[in-house]
């Protein structure tokens, strides 16, 4: 075969490959005002828009936004949050609230989520949780199932040091349901909460009563 034309077939593969392993979502659920950044151009968010990889989705004052993706996520941000929607499922939270529920169902589900912010990145087995991010702070707030703070050290910028004696724990942290971890640009701290007065409760129970509605299960079902 020429080599021009093995060049082609093996770029047309490589497009097919990445195609089918591209993850997608759809907007299910909009109230107020948000914004989708994609391929250089903003716009105004509506219900149904298809989300891609690449593209980054801002709620303004006083809106929220429900969406769910092809390979199980689901996320219910708050209002004055940012969200990116990366390749291999990979999500980015600049700032703001979402709460964030990970099945393993959907098109391309693996079963293998992480979510980033500027200080920490969680990878996620089947859970349900809330992050409240900004540029110096991340909280997250286990509901159900099991999050591993991952890579801890090197996202921070803390300088990795084995005589350090908090050394092993910056670099694995595991939270179990009911439970509450904080990272304020120099203090970690991993607190057992009371779930039922949590102020992030709502936030989480909202995403679920919303999940349940017709137009969220209608945009899961064209996603499979």
Not at 58 to 85: P, W
Not at 135 to 162: A, H, N, W, Y
Request: proline residues 2%.
């Amino acid at each position: 075969m020429h080599a021009n034309l093995k060049q082609v077939f093996a770029a047309i593969l490589l497009l097919a490959t990445g195609t089918l392993c591209a993850v997608e979502g759809r907007v299910t659920y909009l109230s107020g005002n948000a914004e989708i950044k994609s391929s250089g151009k903003t716009t105004g968010l509506k219900l149904g828009t298809v989300l891609r990889e690449g593209d980054t989705v801002v709620t303004k004052a006083k809106a929220k936004v429900g969406v769910q993706m092809s390979d199980g996520a689901s996320f219910f941000m708050n209002q004055n949050t940012s969200l990116e929607i990366r390749p291999g499922s990979q999500y980015y939270q600049t700032d703001g609230a979402i709460s964030m529920l990970f099945r393993k169902s959907g098109r391309d589900a693996s079963g293998k989520w992480a979510i980033k912010t500027p200080v920490v990145t969680a990878g996620v087995r089947g859970t349900g949780f809330t992050v409240e991010a900004s540029k110096s702070q991340t909280r997250l707030v286990l509901f159900t199932g099991k999050v591993i703070m991952t890579d801890f050290v090197r996202e921070t910028g803390l300088q990795s040091d084995p005589n350090l004696m908090m050394q092993d724990f910056l670099n694995d942290i595991e939270l179990n349901a009911g439970t509450a971890l904080r990272y304020d640009g120099s203090d970690v701290k991993k607190e057992k909460i009371d779930l039922k007065g949590e102020p992030m409760k709502s936030l989480h129970d909202e995403h679920q009563q919303h999940e349940k509605s017709d137009s969220w299960k209608k945009a899961n079902q064209d996603l499979k």
